[in-house]
């Protein structure tokens, strides 16, 4: 099993630009999240979905949107990125239960210009 | 959003050291977990506590659930070059989403 899968693994967009970051999970877990994460800030949950066809806001979600393609996939866009945006992105997923154990992909490091 | 206080943030210790860390929090919570992440990767889940007070370890590693539900200890014992990395905890209420702490980076020096 791969766990947890993100797709790019680096990307360079300039401001205005958008993009789709990519989450797989083949661990048949229900929830997955999208977190970023800055230094000295920890990491800041942007969205989540609980199960399958519903997603919910986290703690900074102003500039992204979400879909929830599937049970397996998760993805993150960008509709017009901005440098604040420039982050390394986690995927996560965890079994029901949005508090439970979560397991992270390893990230996406984008850098907005 | 809330964020918990992870302390010290930075160490530097010598191989062979014993390594000790903690998280605080102004609310309760009914779960803690450990996370250790190392350089270029993800967060990997070390130790989840359920109960408080109680007290796991996974190998060398050692993490308790602090009796008021509003903290969690973290020690690693005769460290090694491979426990390099930032450790974070994670508190999570009943039905809620996990809190993240700010980390612990730890350095050894050989």
């Known amino acids: 099993n791969a766990g947890v899968t993100q797709t790019p693994k680096f990307q360079v967009l300039k401001t205005g630009q958008s993009m789709t970051l990519q989450c797989a999970q083949d661990m048949n877990h229900n929830s997955m999240y999208w977190y970023r994460q800055d230094p000295g800030m920890g990491l800041r949950l942007i969205y989540y979905s609980a199960s399958e066809g519903t997603t919910d806001k986290g703690e900074v979600p102003n500039g992204y949107n979400v879909s929830r393609l599937n049970k397996r996939e998760f993805s993150l866009r960008l509709e017009s990125a901005a440098p604040s945006q420039t982050s390394v992105y986690f995927c996560?997923?965890?079994?029901?239960?949005?508090?439970?154990?979560?397991?992270f992909g390893p990230g996406t490091r984008l850098t907005v210009t | 959003g809330q964020q918990l206080n992870q302390s010290p943030q930075s160490m530097f210790i010598q191989e062979g050291e014993d390594v000790s860390m903690n998280c605080t929090s102004s609310s309760i919570f009914n779960t803690w977990l450990w996370y250790k992440q190392e350089p270029g990767e993800g967060p990997v889940l070390l130790i989840a506590l359920y109960k408080a007070g109680e007290l796991t370890s996974n190998g060398r590693l050692t993490a308790q659930f602090g009796i008021t539900r509003k903290d969690s200890f973290l020690n690693i014992s005769a460290s090694i070059p491979s426990d390099v990395g930032i450790y974070f905890c994670?508190?999570?209420?009943?039905?809620?989403?996990?809190?993240f702490g700010t980390g612990t980076r730890l350095t050894i020096i050989p």
């Open positions: 996560a997923s965890s079994e029901a239960g949005i508090g439970r154990e979560q397991y």
């Open positions: 994670a508190g999570r209420l009943a039905n809620e989403k996990l809190t």
